[in-house]
Nanobody, 119 residues
Framework: QVQLVESGGGLVQPGGSLRLSCAAS????????MGWYRQAPGKQRELVAT???????TYADSVKGRSTISRDNAKNMVYLQMNFLNAEDTAVYYC?????????????WGQGTQVTISS
């Protein structure tokens, strides 16, 4: 049974920082590309950051330069450090695991963690 469990969300003041964590189980974690996505009210889910199994990272323009995605394969964990948060960062943040082998895709989502930026 695959589980992705996010934690670390909450209420943060503008300009503050947050570290989101995602604990994965039931998958061969080190083989998966991992990502963070977010969905704000009334908007589509969007990519925030990804990290491949090899450690290559990508970021959405909206968070580039103030966010860092990282992974710990020994702990089956992926993290998202976000700094200089603003109201536009308010959303539910989802962890994603993705792997394609021989054309067969395995893709999993966590249940999300709410991040609210407000004074």
């Amino acid at each position: 049974q695959v589980q992705l469990v996010e934690s670390g969300g909450g209420l943060v003041q503008p300009g503050g920082s947050l570290r989101l964590s995602c604990a994965a189980s039931g998958i061969r974690f080190s083989s998966y590309d991992m990502g963070w996505y977010r969905q704000a009210p009334g908007k589509q889910r969007e990519l925030v950051a990804t990290i491949t199994s090899g450690g290559t990272t990508t970021y959405a323009d909206s968070v580039k330069g103030r966010s860092t995605i990282s992974r710990d394969n020994a702990k089956n964990m992926v993290y998202l450090q976000m700094n200089f948060l603003n109201a536009e960062d308010t959303a539910v943040y989802y962890c994603n695991a993705d792997l394609t082998v021989l054309g067969l895709r395995s893709n999993y989502w966590g249940q999300g963690t709410q991040v609210t930026i407000s004074s």
